[in-house]
C-alpha cells in the first residue's frame, strides 16, 4: 500500500472576494455533536479551547478560531495513565485547560481527587499527572467539575465543588498548587435545605469590574448565576442574579434541548459580545448520545445581569471572528498515515502502552487486545443520525472468541452493536452482525482482509462487508437502537461511541476509517449545520428535509470522496425530492458557500405532489478527499421550491486518477505545509499570478510577475487555513494551505 506522506489537495476554487461565505454567518446547535459534558472556555489570542469530562474514554482538547467550527488537537492525559480506570464512569471528570505563567495547564478530577497537567504547547506532549494538594484551611477535599478563573491582576484560581453543601475559591501559586489563600463559600448551599440542589460545576469571570460566579443546580437543573465587586467569601457582598439563561424564551417548550447547565465560563470576544459552551441532553429519542456541545451569547441588560439565549431550534448569528479553515466538528477519516493517532480518537478505559501501533505496519493502525477476555476499543463521539461508517480489516481469527471490526456502544457499555471478522461455533470464517441477542452471519469468502460499513438511518443500524470496498453485501437485517440512543445515563454519564475494536488473543490491523461514505445514500433530514430549513413529518422512520427557500442551505460534514486507500471518485450527484411548485435549483458545494469549490448544479422540476418523490441527476467535477457538502437552494418567488429526501453521490467506474496522488498530479504543489511565512510554489503550467485568500474569501495577498513554472513566496498571515491560487490567462490551480506559527 502507497501513502502518501505529504498530502496536498487541489482543488479549483471559484473565489469570491465580496464578504464572508454565508455558511459561516449563521449556525445551528449543537456545534459539537456528541457527548461533551461539564464544558469550559478559554480565549488564549485568537484562539479559543475547550474541554471537559470524559468519563470512560481518554479526554480530549479542542481548538477554535471562531467558536463555531472546532477540532480535536490534544488528548491531555494518557490512557495508560496508572490511575485511569477501565470501567463505565473511570476517567477524568471535569477539565479546564488555561495558559498562565508561560505554561498550558489543564486541571481535571480523578476518583474525587484534582490533578494538574502542564504543556509548553497546547498540543503536547502533556506531563504526568500531579495531584493537587488539599489546603490545610480547606475543611473539604477539592472534589471535582473544578474550573480555573485567572483575575486580571494576574492571579488565578482553582473554583471548586465537593458535595452538597461545600463550595470555595482557592488561590494557586507559580507551581500549580494552592497558596492556603481560600474563599469558603460555605453559605451558598447550606445543608440541610441545598437550595440550589448541588450546585455543581462552578465557573467564573469577570465584566466590567464584577466577578460573576454561575453554577448549575444539577446534573439536569438550570444554571444560576451571582455577582460581587470584590472577590471575598462574605455573603453580604454576593449578589444572586438568577436564572443564568433565558428560560422566558416563547420558543423553549419546542426546543430540541432541555434544562441547559453546567455552562462554561462566559467569554468576551473583540467586538465586546459574550459567549458560552454548554452541554445539554437532547429530549428524549436522541438523549443516549449524550450532553452535546452548545454555543449561545450571553447579553448583560441594563443593570449588568448575564442572560444567555436558549438553546431554541433555530439558526442563530455567529460570533463575528474569523474562520481558519477548519471544518464542521463531527468524526473525520483517517488513513492512518501519522505515527501517533489523531487525538479525535480515545482508548476506552486503561489500556496499557503498546496495544495500538502505527509504525508497525506503516500506514495500517494495529489495535492488540488488553487481554484474552478484555477487548481493545479505540473511540470517537457518536453525535450524528446519518453516517456510514468504513473500514478495511486484516485479522486472522482463530476461535469464536477473536473478534475484529466496528463498534457501537451505549455510554454504560452494556449493549453494543458489532460488526465484525470472526468465526463461527463451526469454525467457519464469517462476517456477523450482532446486537443484543440478535445475531447474523454471511459467510466469509473473502479472506482474512476485508472491508467493512456499518450505516446509521436515524435509529436504525446496517451492516455490510465486500472485498473491494465498491460491491457489498448485507449482513442480516437492519437493527433498531432507539434502546441506546434514547439511553437516561446518570451513573457512567457517557453518551454513544463508536469506533473501532478487537476482542480475543490476535491483533488486527485497519487500514482506514471512514465516517460519511458519499457513495452511501445521505439522508437530506439530516444535515450538520442548516439555514432556513426544517425537518418534515417522518414516515417509516425518516422525513424529509422540508421549508426549503431561496437561499436556504444545508451543510452535510465530513463525507469522503476518495483517498489514497479508498481510491474512488464521483461522476454525479442525484437528488430524490418532491414539489409543487416550478422546483428550483441545488447548488453543490465544498467546504463553504461561494468561497469553497462549486461542483455541481442540478435542476428540479415539479413531481406533481409532495408524496410523489423523483430522482434528479446531475454530473460533478472531480472530488477526492474528504470535505463538508454544502447544498445551496436558489428558486424563484419566495414560496417553497421542495421537499429533498435523499442525496446519492454515484461512484466512476475505471480507473481512478484522484488528485491525492501527488506522483501523478502536475497542476500545482506548495511546500512545506504546514507553512509559517514562505512557501515554495511548482506547477505544470506557467503562471503569472500569485493570490491568497482567506477561508472567508477575503484578499490577503497578491502578487504579479513574469511567466514562471515555480516561485518562492513570502508573507506575513496569522494563523490559519487560506487558499493558494495561481493564474495565467489561460489557467488557474488552487490549493488549500496552512500557516501555523506555533
Known amino acids: 500500500m502507497n501513502k502518501i ?27 459539537i455533536p456528541g457527548d461533551h459534558p461539564d464544558c469550559t472556555v478559554t480565549k488564549v489570542g485568537k484562539d479559543y479551547y475547550t474541554t471537559g469530562s470524559s468519563f470512560n474514554v481518554t479526554p480530549v482538547i479542542y481548538r477554535s478560531t471562531d467558536l463555531v467550527h472546532w477540532e480535536a488537537i490534544a488528548q491531555p492525559v494518557s490512557a495508560s495513565w496508572a490511575s485511569f480506570d477501565d470501567k463505565p464512569g473511570g476517567g477524568c471528570w471535569g477539565g479546564h485547560i488555561v495558559y498562565f505563567g508561560g505554561k498550558w495547564w489543564d486541571y481535571f478530577s480523578r476518583a474525587n481527587t484534582m490533578y494538574f497537567v502542564k504543556a509548553d504547547d497546547p498540543k503536547g506532549p502533556w506531563s504526568a499527572p500531579t495531584k493537587v494538594n488539599n489546603p490545610s484551611s480547606l475543611p473539604y477535599g477539592l472534589g471535582y467539575d473544578n474550573s480555573i478563573f485567572i483575575d486580571d491582576n494576574n492571579k488565578w484560581y482553582l473554583v471548586v465543588k465537593n458535595g452538597q453543601p461545600n463550595g470555595g475559591i482557592v488561590e494557586l501559586g507559580s507551581t500549580g498548587q494552592p497558596t492556603g489563600v481560600v474563599y469558603d463559600l460555605n453559605w451558598l448551599n447550606p445543608s440541610p435545605s441545598f437550595p440550589y440542589s ?9 465584566y466590567k469590574g464584577y466577578y460573576y460566579y454561575s453554577f448549575a443546580r444539577d446534573l439536569a437543573g438550570g444554571q444560576k448565576v451571582m455577582r460581587s465587586k470584590t472577590l471575598t467569601a462574605a455573603q453580604a457582598s454576593w449578589e444572586m442574579l438568577g436564572d443564568f439563561f433565558n428560560e422566558n424564551d416563547p420558543l423553549k417548550a419546542a426546543s430540541l434541548f432541555a434544562s441547559p447547565n453546567h455552562a462554561s465560563n462566559a467569554v468576551l470576544i473583540g467586538d465586546s459580545t459574550s459567549w458560552v459552551i454548554h452541554p445539554v441532553y437532547a429530549k428524549g429519542e436522541w438523549k443516549g448520545q449524550g450532553r452535546q456541545g452548545l454555543l449561545n451569547q450571553v447579553r448583560y441588560n441594563a443593570s449588568g445581569r448575564p442572560i444567555a439565549d436558549y438553546p431554541v431550534n433555530q439558526s442563530f448569528t455567529a460570533p463575528k471572528l474569523p474562520s481558519s479553515g477548519i471544518p464542521w466538528m463531527v468524526p473525520k477519516s483517517d488513513e492512518f498515515s501519522t505515527a501517533k493517532l489523531h487525538p479525535e480518537w480515545s482508548s ?3 489500556t496499557v502502552a503498546g496495544k495500538y501501533s502505527l509504525t508497525e505496519r506503516p500506514g495500517w493502525l494495529r489495535l492488540s487486545p488488553k487481554s484474552t477476555t478484555k477487548g481493545n476499543t479505540v473511540t470517537k463521539y457518536d453525535g450524528e443520525h446519518n453516517y456510514s461508517l468504513i473500514t478495511r480489516v486484516d485479522f486472522a481469527a482463530k476461535s469464536k472468541d477473536d473478534q475484529a471490526g466496528i463498534r457501537l456502544l451505549r455510554g454504560d457499555e452494556t449493549k453494543f452493536v458489532k460488526l465484525v471478522s470472526t468465526l463461527n461455533s463451526a469454525g467457519k ?9 440478535s445475531y447474523y452471519e454471511a459467510e466469509n469468502t473473502v479472506g482474512d482482509t476485508l472491508w467493512l460499513k456499518m450505516v446509521r438511518v436515524n435509529h436504525g443500524i446496517s451492516g455490510y462487508f465486500s472485498g473491494n470496498g465498491t460491491h457489498w453485501t448485507q449482513v442480516g437485517l437492519a437493527f433498531d437502537v432507539s434502546v441506546i440512543d434514547s439511553y437516561s445515563d446518570f451513573s457512567s454519564f457517557t453518551g454513544t461511541l463508536q469506533g473501532l475494536y478487537v476482542q480475543g ?21 439530516c444535515p450538520s449545520n442548516q439555514f432556513g430549513t426544517t425537518k418534515g413529518s417522518v414516515i417509516s422512520g425518516i422525513s424529509a428535509l422540508d421549508n426549503i427557500h431561496n437561499n436556504d442551505w444545508a451543510l452535510y460534514a465530513g463525507v469522503e470522496f476518495g483517498n489514497s486507500n479508498y481510491k474512488a471518485e464521483p461522476d454525479s450527484v442525484e437528488f430524490t425530492a418532491s414539489s409543487i411548485a416550478s422546483g428550483g435549483m441545488i447548488q453543490v458545494w465544498l467546504d463553504s458557500i461561494d468561497s469553497g469549490t462549486k461542483v455541481a448544479e442540478c435542476v428540479l422540476g415539479n413531481t406533481g405532489s409532495y408524496s410523489t418523490y423523483k430522482k434528479f441527476k446531475t454530473p460533478v467535477t472531480a472530488i477526492s478527499g474528504s470535505h463538508d457538502v454544502y447544498l445551496k437552494f436558489t428558486g424563484a418567488g419566495t414560496s417553497k421550491l421542495f421537499q429533498l429526501k435523499w442525496i446519492s453521490f454515484s461512484k466512476k467506474s475505471g480507473p481512478v486518477t484522484s488528485s491525492l496522488q501527488i506522483e501523478k498530479s502536475d ?10 511565512n514562505k512557501l515554495s510554489i511548482f506547477s505544470g503550467f506557467l503562471f503569472n499570478t500569485v493570490e491568497i485568500f482567506s477561508m472567508n474569501g477575503q484578499k490577503v495577498f497578491q502578487d504579479k510577475k513574469g511567466a514562471t513554472q515555480s516561485s518562492e ?27 501555523d506559527l506555533q
Open 667 to 676: 497542476r500545482l504543489l506548495i511546500y512545506p505545509n504546514p507553512a509559517k
Open 5 to 31: 506522506t505529504l498530502i496536498i489537495i487541489v482543488l479549483a476554487i471559484t473565489i469570491s472576494a465580496s464578504g464572508q461565505s454565508p455558511s459561516f454567518k449563521t449556525y445551528m446547535n449543537p456545534v
Open 348 to 350: 476506552l478505559g486503561y
Open 505 to 525: 488473543a490476535t491483533s488486527a490491523y485497519f487500514d482506514l476509517y471512514v465516517y460519511r461514505d458519499a457513495y452511501t445514500p445521505i439522508l437530506a433530514e
Open 429 to 437: 470464517k464469517v462476517i456477523a452482525f450482532s446486537f443484543e441477542s
Open 713 to 739: 513566496l513570502k508573507f506575513n498571515l496569522d494563523s490559519g487555513m487560506y487558499v493558494l491560487k495561481v493564474s495565467s490567462e489561460k489557467d488557474v490551480a488552487a490549493s488549500k494551505f496552512l500557516v
Open 198 to 206: 448541588w450546585a455543581e460545576g462552578p465557573v467564573m469571570w469577570k
